[in-house]
């Protein structure tokens, strides 16, 4: 038999085209949606590591999208507090914006500088930042910042990456940090210099995050001068 005449192998190119696009489709459909579901979980374990629950008072430090903060919001409710803190006049305006078209009462957006969170005193209950102490510039007054912002017996909670050092570090930082991760025990070292109490580390987060969990001491909390 002879080739099929041109218009039949152009009607099957075409429809093996559309099945391929359909499937490439099918995929990234499939990536994103496990993407967020493991967002959504951690998310949910950052919930259960810092105890949130209704009524507390929690920030979240370079929130980025906010997504963390905004979720927060649900769970601590009309008695509590989130304070979303994040760099840049227009980052923050599309922060408060956001909150105001979600009706988010309970949410604060508030600037912060590159080593002070600029939040009130003993405002919090709670703490976290997510792949942010890597990107500090200034650790030190940063940490001290955070254990002012946070009431004694309180809890900052630390999501990071391993080191990578093939990675180019943050235009920057100290020079200590590897590319876009950092070794767990060094901000183990700083956070204590700062006063806090390292609690524990989870090592299995996910993917290849740990999460590092701090108390402020309920006495002789006063940090160091």
């Avoid at 489709?25 to 259960?48: C, F, K, M, N, P």
């Avoid at 923050?92 to 600037?111: H, I, P, W």
């Amino acid at each position: 038999m002879g080739n099929p005449p041109v218009g039949r192998r152009l009607t099957r190119t075409v429809r093996t085209l559309v099945l391929l696009s359909i499937g490439v489709a099918a995929t990234a459909q499939g990536v994103h949606a496990e993407q967020r579901g493991s967002r959504a979980q951690e998310i949910d374990l950052a919930i259960a590591a810092m105890g949130l629950a209704a009524g507390a008072r929690v920030a979240e430090i370079g929130a980025g999208d906010a997504r963390y903060s905004f979720r927060f919001a649900a769970v601590v409710g009309p008695t509590g507090h989130v304070y979303v803190n994040e760099l840049g006049a227009s980052a923050v305006r599309r922060l408060r914006d956001r909150a105001e078209r979600e009706s988010l009462t309970n949410v604060t957006v508030v600037e912060g500088g590159v080593d002070d969170t600029n939040l009130p005193d003993g405002c919090c209950d709670h703490m976290m930042m997510r792949h942010v102490y890597h990107m500090m510039t200034d650790p030190d007054p940063m940490g001290r910042s955070f254990f002012r912002a946070l009431k004694p017996g309180g809890t900052l909670l630390i999501l990071e990456g391993d080191p990578q050092p093939s990675r180019r570090n943050a235009k920057g930082v100290p020079a200590n940090r590897a590319g876009m991760g950092i070794d767990p025990q060094i901000v183990i070292d700083e956070l204590t210099a700062a006063g806090f109490v390292f609690e524990r580390k989870m090592p299995e987060w996910t993917g290849s995050d740990y999460a590092l969990l701090f108390r402020k001491p309920l006495l002789g909390g006063a940090g160091p001068a």
